[in-house]
């Protein structure tokens, strides 16, 4: 990565602008050409140094129904419980965290029924009482990783 | 996943995140390609997009750095417990500090007394250690106790997706 990898990630992260001929305006604000910059996008894509370019839609204004959730795994089961949720295509992210409730995941379904009858399903097909933690108030969503 | 949409230009939005949730196509001109597929003029399609930035149901066309890969090894989760009359502007403080990158009111629970959830990144330990005596500062005695649950591994990041049309729930 050179500087103008880290300048076009930085750049990259804060949006592309909404305007005719987007990569010809970045191209001029980055003092490069359009080609050689969706050339390097390619590369950093490729690379994995990005993992994705696009739209971020914020799905939750969308439609459906989102919680984050907790399990206190006991650590002999960490493992079988983790796969248990894996196989839940309701689970859209799953971490374990070090604290007494270890295992905190995002639950994303169609409905709010959906999202009941998930939650209830994990509490009976683990054996385990689940946090349930749905956001009430956004105060900030925005990732920005300096290059 | 499916997600359930009910808003009257669903379908054309519907339409957008399922041709772009995977990537918008590295063209010199994208929104001609994007014109193309959507059955849209060029001006049409770029209106689209602008209304629905405007609106915060894109929140920006963006790249997404993998953040292990620039050194962001460190994340934690703090959560605090704020006085409830304090929350709004607290919680509009912290979510403003650069270093946070998710910032959220949660209810409490019996066995769980934290109100308030700020994600911190970094790349050390001290980096984010940091980062929660800043928060610490920052609410005062708004705030009793609060704990950083470190992240120790990552089980499983799919994140959301939409499914195509063919998806067996209404969209």
Known sequence: MDDLDRRLINRLQLGLPLVRHPWRELAAELETSSTELLGRLHTLLNDGMLTRFGPMFDIERLGGAFTLAALAVPEERFEEVAEQLHGLPEVAHNYRREHAWNMWFVLACATEQDLTETLHHIETLTGLPLLNLPKEETYHVGLYFPA | ?171
């Open chain 2, 1 to 171: 996943m499916s997600v359930c949409i009910s808003r009257p230009e669903d379908t054309l939005v519907q339409r957008l995140i399922v041709l772009t949730q995977a990537g918008l196509p590295l063209l010199d001109d994208p929104w001609a390609w994007l014109a193309e597929q959507l059955g849209l003029n060029i001006e049409a399609t770029l209106d689209l997009l602008k209304r629905l930035q405007a609106e915060g149901a894109i929140r920006r066309i963006a790249a997404v750095p993998n953040h292990y890969r620039l050194g962001y090894r460190h994340n934690g989760m703090t959560v605090w417990d704020v006085r409830d009359t304090d929350m709004p502007r607290l919680g509009a403080l912290i979510g403003a500090q650069p270093f946070v990158s998710h910032c959220y009111r949660r209810p409490r629970r019996t066995d769980w007394r934290y109100n308030l959830f700020a994600m911190v990144h970094g790349r050390s330990s001290d980096e984010i250690n940091n980062y929660r005596e800043h928060l610490r500062y920052l609410l005062g005695d708004a705030c009793g106790t609060d704990e950083m649950l470190v992240s120790s591994r990552i089980l499983k990041k799919t994140g959301f997706r939409l499914k195509p049309a063919s998806s067996t729930h209404p969209l």
